[in-house]
């Protein structure tokens, strides 16, 4: 076998509470996480030279700053394999978005790598690379939701009781046509005098602990996101859009990751189908926004 294609799902944050700035210059979080049943696809074939890749997507970068090309070397030199590979990534998630959809980019090649060359690393030589590669890049190891500690390198899988109230549930992102820069809205975070250090960890601890000892709290009583705090008021767009999904269509809508991307649960109770609350969502935004429908996998 030459040749591979692999799913490169995008991800969502239902809980996100940012607890600390590190003295590496990262910031500790507890977040809950789960993949997408929607997202990129990265086609690999061998090649006796360098890697290469290609995107459909013009705005992606093909350099060294790709993930996808770091992870693939990262896993050469872990490896001490030689051959090259071209990689072809057909682009659906947007940058900007608050979707990991450069993690899991970098993982599906590592992955993809990994089937080629008949599994030279094990999970664990896996889980190394992808936390070399960036904070995140572990949880799309997992195939279902997962609880993220530290910078989001230690992950720990959900058991099947409580991931049986997030997987399979339909949901729907959305994003306007602008992005949120990670690295401000870290920095937002910081001037704003958050996060609180041991205080917020004890607490961000505490309300996950809450949701999981109650077996009838449905995934709507999980949903939190630091970056709320700051992301709204510098970006007003967002959070009008979602107060009227609340008022008008009895949702539970929220901010993934650090955004601008959004998603509302669909099968909770709420006063609608997919179908008209996409209609606001480009009445509010325009028609240039993104709207998917997907299932929490």
Partial sequence: ?????????????LFLAVTGRRGDGYHDLVSVVAPVTWGDTLHVRLSGGDFTLSCNDPAVPLDETNLVLRAARAFRSATGLASGAAFALEKRIPTGAGLGGGSSNAVAALRALNRLFGGPLDEQGLARLSAQLGSDCSLFLQE???????????????GARDAGRLSGRRVLLFKPDFGIGTAWAYGALDL??????????RDAERRLEAWLADPQAPAEKLLFNSFESVAFPKFPALPLLLDRMRRDFGLAPG??????????????GGRCDADRVSALIKETWGSSALVVEARIA
């Fill in 1 to 13: 076998m030459n040749s591979a294609t692999v799913a490169s799902p995008a991800k969502l944050n």
């Fill in 144 to 158: 279902g939701p997962s609880v993220l500690r530290g910078r989001g390198e230690q992950v720990a899988r959900i």
């Fill in 192 to 201: 704003a005098g958050q996060p609180a250090g041991a205080t917020a960890g």
């Fill in 255 to 268: 901010l993934s990751g650090s955004g601008s991307a959004c998603f509302a649960l669909m099968d909770g």
